[in-house]
């Protein structure tokens, strides 16, 4: 690995790693479709993360360090900015919030309950939210 690759994050098709986070891998429009069903009896949160971008590794990074919740207690979707912007721009759409990076939703009973992107992200309190 170069010296840029380990600045800026390697090639875009660089996966999150994901020792302790039950990372679902959003790849397919289809899935939408679950999310919403499942948002009935769980939470759902959708993690947007873009490869390229350094404030969204630095977010990912704190995030993953500071997550708490079990599988139990919500399901967790990574979504790969770089490989599906397609999928994003339909949940743009689908749940009328307006597409950033990095970007973190919570959906419940099918509504996007909140939402945060950059920073706002390791502020939101997801144990109470989740709840």
């Given at each position: 690995m170069g010296f840029f690759d380990m600045l800026f994050g390697g090639s875009p098709a660089e996966k999150v790693q994901t020792e302790n986070i039950p990372w679902i891998d959003?790849?397919?429009?289809?899935?939408?479709d679950k999310i919403v069903e499942q948002s009935k009896t769980r939470p759902q949160l959708i993690f947007k993360h873009s490869t390229r971008c350094g404030i969204?590794?630095?977010?990912?990074?704190?995030?993953?360090?500071?997550?708490?919740?079990?599988?139990?207690e919500a399901d967790l979707y990574y979504l790969d900015l770089l490989s599906h912007r397609d999928i994003s721009n339909?949940?743009?759409?689908?749940f009328k919030v307006i597409h950033e990076s990095p970007q973190l939703?919570?959906?419940?009973?099918?509504?996007?309950v909140t939402h945060a992107s950059h920073g706002s992200i390791n502020d939101l309190?997801?144990?109470k939210v989740a709840g």
């Open positions: 959003l790849n397919d429009i289809a899935q939408l969204s590794r630095m977010v990912i990074s704190h995030f993953k360090k500071d997550y708490k919740l079990s599988e139990d339909t949940i743009a759409e689908q939703i919570v959906i419940k009973s099918g509504e996007v309190e997801l144990s």
